[in-house]
Structures are given as C-alpha cells and as structure tokens.
C-alpha cells in the first residue's frame, strides 16, 4: 500500500477495503523560529508543535537510541496497517528500505493515502516499543499483536498527507481544503509572499504556487529544498486577498490573476528546511 470547509480528514477517490481509520489531529508541525500565524478560522487546526528537527525514517530506523525521547518530523510511505492505532512507514526511496513503527496516540480518524504512492508525514516522539507503556500512557484501546519486537517507533502526535507538487497540481480536487506538507525545491521567487515549488516527480506535472504568509521569509532562496504546510485552495484572487488580508500592488496582483487563475495554490503557514538538505 505504497498511499469542504477546513475538513483534515483526507478525501480519496478509492480507499482500500476495510482501511483502517487511523490519528489525524491538527498540523503539529516543525514551522521556522518566530513565524506569523495568520488569523483564519480553522477548525480541528492547532498551533504547530515545537519539535527537536526533521529526521529522514533511516535517521530513525538506524540511529534509535541516539533519537529517543526527541520530537521529530519523518516522512514515508505507508506499508503495512498492522492494528487500529499502529502501522509502518518506509523510506520509499529503495526497494526493502528502512521501515519504523508509528503507534498513533490521537484518537482521531485518518485514512491511509491508497495506490498512488502519497507519502505522509509523522510527527512525534521516538520510543523504545512498549505496548504496556503505551497503553498505560496514552489510554489507548489497543490490542497489538505479539510481532512488534524493538522495532523504532514514534508515537505520533499527527499525521497529514505529504504530496509532492506535482500530485497536487496533477489531481488538485484531491487537495483542495486540505492541510498538507509539500516537499520541494524553490524554483522561482516571484516576489516576497509568492514562489513556486518545482515538480521533479511526477511527469508532466507542474510547478505548485505558495502564497507564503510566514516571518521571516529569507529562507525562501531558489534551490533550496523546503517543506511547506499550509492548505491548498484554488486561487481567486479576491478571495486570497480578502480571507488573508494581503496588499498586493496592482502589477503583481495582475501578474498573479494572468498566471495562477483557478490554479490550485499552496497558503503557506509553516515553511522549514527539508530533511534532504545538504545530502
């Protein structure tokens, strides 16, 4: 299984017969230092959490002990729903990579993205694998089953469906008023609230458009490899101008209506360093 007001739960077009319903609580996500939250009315949506770093699944599958009791934001593949609140996630990138084990501690529904290789994203504390403690813990109705061994975990604060670019400006029904984090490179810096995350994924696809309403904005530099979380939506430009109060001038907002009209966009509200920078 390689997976509308301000709904987080996911619409799929298929979703696998008898999937289970696993956590999905608000964003909690790594944002940079001193971002600017907008004033938007988002139910289910709480304040991103504060983590320790982003992390790739090898970080965690191979240096555990170093990880444990830090916060962390992996990325992967779903591959095996294992119980009602566990399931496993793998690097993706090779075939019989890294796996580590998610035990969802929310309580909130999420369904698995299904056969079009939709990464999500965890964020949650490493652990040494205990379902007694776990259970003690979190008061999670759970029966696990005997096979977990000391697999590295993370229980998982929250989940989100992780697309690249390309998927969402493939499919952008998919998305539209929904909470995601995109991983890409900056492509092109249009001006200080909008630049555009190139697709190197999926072919044919294109670039996606962020409308960017972080602080500080300086690591938004063409070529560097982020992580952005935000909601997509389609872009009406009296809309975006009017539910996130931005002043565009006349020339940009004419540039933006030329090129982006009914275009699916990316409003930004966390942007960070992906986990592959520098590799």
Not at 108 to 117: M, S
Not at 252 to 267: G, N, Q
């Amino acid at each position: 299984m390689k997976q509308n007001n301000y709904n987080l739960f996911f619409p799929l077009s298929k979703v696998r017969a008898g999937a289970i319903a696993l956590a999905l609580m608000a964003l909690l996500l790594p944002a940079c230092t001193n971002n600017a939250e907008p004033e938007v009315d988002e139910p289910n949506v709480t304040e991103p959490a504060e983590t320790d770093g982003n992390a790739t699944v090898e970080d965690v599958a191979e240096d555990t002990e170093e990880l444990f009791g830090q916060e962390v934001t992996v990325r992967g593949e779903p591959t095996e729903i294992l119980d009602d609140v566990s399931f496993t996630i793998s690097d993706g990138d090779f075939f019989d990579g890294d796996e580590i084990l998610i035990v969802n501690k929310s309580g909130e529904p999420f369904v698995l993205p299904e056969g079009d290789d939709v990464e999500i994203q965890v964020t949650g504390e490493v652990r040494q694998f205990s379902a007694f403690d776990f259970q003690e813990e979190f008061e999670l109705d759970w029966t696990p089953g005997d096979d977990y061994g000391e697999r590295p975990t993370i229980v998982a604060e929250s989940i989100a469906l992780a697309p690249a670019p390309g998927q969402v400006t493939d499919n952008p029904e998919e998305y539209y008023g929904q909470i995601v984090a995109v991983e890409g490179e900056v492509e092109e810096v249009v001006d200080a609230t909008t630049f555009t995350l190139e697709e190197e994924q999926v072919v044919g696809g294109e670039d996606l458009t962020v409308i960017n309403l972080t602080e500080p904005t300086q690591g938004i530099v063409e070529e560097n490899q982020i992580v952005v979380t935000g909601e997509v939506r389609s872009f009406v430009l009296t809309e975006i101008e009017r539910d996130y109060e931005l002043t565009w001038d006349l020339d940009l907002k004419e540039k933006l209506e030329a090129e982006y009209s009914d275009k699916p966009v990316l409003i930004a509200t966390g942007i960070y360093p992906s986990a592959k920078e520098g590799d």
